[in-house]
Structure formats: C-alpha cells, structure tokens
C-alpha cells in the first residue's frame, strides 16, 4: 500500500465524516439560531432553553436523513472491501 493510497483513503474518509454530519449540524446551527433570536427579542436569557429544541431537531433529522446516512455508508463501505485486495496487491 502506497502512501498515495493511505491519503486517497482517509481523504474520501473524511469527507464521508462531513457528508454524514452535515444534515445534522446544519440543522442544529439553524435551530440554535432561532432560539438565540427568540432569547433575544423575548428578553429571556436561560442557558438551557436551547439544548433541548436543538435535540428534537436533531433526533428528527436523524429520523429524516437516517436512511439516506445508512446507504451512504454502507456502500462506502461495500466499495472499501471490494477495492482493498487491489490496495493491498
């Protein structure tokens, strides 16, 4: 195995990291921002307020996107083991 090879794989590893992650951060960034301006124009400044619709959203979105997240993955995967015998050899 090259070390061109060992960078190609955590490139695309990453990247997968990033594609399966975003939905979920995005969703959260967009939640959190609603409630931040709700706290501000309501005047309540509790820390807490946030956490729990930031976790309804993101459990939702895991709901949502899960299937999309799993065939993602699981075909990254199949490919990973097909291609490792030309890796390796």
Not at 31 to 58: H, N, R
């Amino acid at each position: 195995m090259t070390p061109d090879t060992v960078i190609k794989l955590a490139e695309q590893a990453i990247y997968m990291v990033i594609l399966l992650s975003a939905p979920m951060l995005l969703i959260a960034l967009a939640v959190g921002l609603l409630v931040s301006v709700f706290q501000a124009m309501t005047q309540i400044q509790e820390q807490t307020l946030a956490f729990v619709p930031k976790i309804i959203a993101v459990f939702v979105s895991l709901v949502v996107f899960g299937p999309w997240m799993l065939t993602m993955i699981v075909d990254y995967t199949r490919d990973l083991f097909q291609n490792l015998p030309h890796m390796i050899g």
